[in-house]
Nanobody
Framework: QVQLVESGGGLVQTGGSLRLSCAAS????????LGWFRQAPGKEREFVAA????????YYADSVKGRFTISRDNTKSTGYLQMNSLKPEDTAVYYC????????????????WGQGTQVTVSS
């Protein structure tokens, strides 16, 4: 079992930045691919970014490419999502997720989820 806890969300103006953290416990995080997803009111949960076991490969949704950066520090059992140039359409609850080994881009492939952290971007 892996427990995930997100932090770092909040209210920010358009163009601002936030850094989300995902603290993992229970198992060594180095065996798990990490993903970030988000869900806005009335919408389905969508893929934002993912990172491979050692951080060597990263993947992004087109909507965030060039603005968001996913990273991880396995020594701290923590994943990160640096979000720059935020837009109102980035407003959502952001979730960290983990699955064994292989990176996927759909929520159903992830076994472990955090509780989510709210990100609100004001115009």
């Amino acid at each position: 079992q892996v427990q995930l806890v997100e932090s770092g969300g909040g209210l920010v103006q358009t163009g601002g930045s936030l850094r989300l953290s995902c603290a993992a416990s229970g198992r060594t995080i180095s065996s798990y691919a990490l993903g970030w997803f988000r869900q806005a009111p009335g919408k389905e949960r969508e893929f934002v970014a993912a990172i491979s076991l050692n951080g060597g490969s990263t993947y992004y949704a087109d909507s965030v490419k060039g603005r968001f950066t996913i990273s991880r520090d396995n020594t701290k059992s923590t994943g990160y999502l640096q979000m720059n140039s935020l837009k109102p359409e980035d407003t959502a609850v952001y979730y960290c997720a983990a699955r064994k080994i292989v990176v996927y881009f759909t929520p159903k492939e992830y076994n472990y989820w955090g509780q989510g952290t709210q990100v609100t971007v004001s115009s």
